[in-house]
Each structure stands twice: as structure tokens, then as C-alpha cells.
Antibody, heavy 127, light 110 residues
């Protein structure tokens, strides 16, 4: 079964740090681009960050709202994606999802087409 | 305020058709692929449409989409109570170098 499972969420004070993890199983993780998307309470979906897999076209991008504070990384040997979140603010409070780039028939659509999502992990930034 | 503009809500009776618009600009919709998602509270978003108008396997043909210029549209025919959800358009913005989501549209089946 193709699956993504997030972990690492929790309650943190403003200015604090958290590291989210996303464990992948059931597919060749290293070959896929991966992303983080969040949803704040009562708000819509917001893309956070994405990075390429083993394709020749490499990318590592983050949204302006988290630039300089969040870092995406991956460990293909452990089939895992990470999001290091520093200098957290109240407005970072959200459910964080990891998501796989959709690649039907080997052609990948990295501009927001994500076919597999985790169940999400809640991050609450509050004093 | 999202770069992509969607109506906050649309509604229709069971069996009817609804359309959801997504308005953007030259740096996003006009020159990049558009995807659409269905999102039920407490669940993972589901990819309905990719590459402007293609459906992943398993998505019924009641869901269709199109793109023209700086706008995209999602259509749902034969509306069912199970279609009640939030729907989002999404694309790449070349100027922002970022994936951008629309603000979302809540679909209500009357």
C-alpha cells in the first residue's frame, strides 16, 4: 500500500523549533518530488515547500511566508521527508501534510498536482 | 488574500451541475498547469484534476475542468450529497516561484 505518515507535530512556544517527519512506504520514494502543504484552522490550503526526487531537474523551493525559517530535506535511504521549522510564529499554527508529486506514466506534474497525501500532523504555536 | 480567486461558496440541488471558477494571471494559470482538489474536513485532500483537464484513475467523469487564458473552471455534474466539500484550484506561479492554491470554494448540496 502506498502510504505517507507524518509525525513530529505538537505544541511549541513562539520562537521555538520543531522538526516534522514524513515516512513513506509502498513506492520508490527516491524517484518522487515531495512537498509540504498546511491548513491553518478555518483557512484554506497553503503550499509550504517542495523538493525534487532523483529526476535530472532539481529544485528546492519554499513559500515566501516561511522563507529563511523552514527547511525541507529528505533521506532517501530511510524513505523519509523532513521539515525543519525554526522561529515559529502563531500564524504557523496548522495541520501540516506531506504530499507526493503526481507522476502518471513517468511524467511528473510538479506544479501542485499531488496524488498521495498523509493524514497530517498538527502544529500549534502558542505561549 | 490568494493570488488565485475562487468564489467562497456554490450550491445546487442533487443531480444538478455546479461550476467553480478560478481566476489568476499571466504568471500562473495562463502559462502553467492547473490542478483541482476535493477536501473534506479531517481527511487528506484528493486530486481530482491535473494538467488542466485530466482525471487521475478512479475519478468519475462527473468531474471535468477547463482552462482559458487566465482562468480555469471545475464542473461537477450529477451532484451528490457526497460531493459536499471544499474545492481548491492550484498551479505554479512563475513570478513567485511557488505553488499557489486558490482560496477554496465550499460546495453545498441543497
Amino acid at each position: 500500500e502506498v502510504r505517507l505518515v507524518e509525525s513530529g507535530g505538537g505544541l511549541v512556544k513562539p520562537g521555538g523549533s520543531l522538526r516534522l517527519s514524513c515516512a513513506a512506504s509502498g513506492f520508490a520514494f527516491s524517484t518522487y518530488g515531495m512537498n509540504w502543504v498546511r491548513q491553518a484552522p478555518g483557512k484554506g490550503l497553503e503550499w509550504v515547500s517542495g523538493m525534487s526526487g532523483s529526476s535530472p531537474y532539481k529544485y528546492n523551493v519554499v513559500a515566501d511566508s516561511v522563507k529563511g525559517r523552514f527547511t525541507i530535506s529528505r533521506d532517501d535511504a530511510k524513505n523519509s521527508l523532513f521539515l525543519q521549522m525554526n522561529s515559529l510564529r502563531a500564524e504557523d499554527t496548522a495541520v501540516y501534510y506531506c504530499a507526493r508529486v503526481y507522476c502518471p506514466d513517468g511524467v511528473c506534474f510538479s506544479g501542485g498536482a499531488f496524488d498521495i497525501w498523509g493524514q497530517g500532523t498538527m502544529v500549534t504555536v502558542s505561549s | 488574500q490568494s493570488v488565485l480567486t475562487q468564489p467562497p461558496s456554490v450550491s445546487a440541488a442533487p443531480g444538478q451541475r455546479v461550476t467553480i471558477s478560478c481566476s489568476g494571471g499571466s504568471s500562473n494559470i495562463a502559462n502553467n498547469y492547473v490542478s483541482w482538489y476535493q477536501h473534506l474536513p479531517g481527511t487528506a485532500p484528493k486530486l481530482l484534476i491535473y494538467d488542466n483537464n485530466k482525471r487521475p484513475s478512479g475519478i468519475p467523469d462527473r468531474f471535468s475542468a477547463s482552462k482559458s487564458g487566465t482562468s480555469a473552471t471545475l464542473g461537477i455534474t450529477g451532484l451528490q450529497t457526497g460531493d459536499e466539500a471544499d474545492y481548491y484550484c492550484v498551479t505554479w506561479d512563475t513570478s513567485l516561484s511557488a505553488v499557489i492554491f486558490g482560496g477554496g470554494t465550499e460546495v453545498t448540496v441543497l
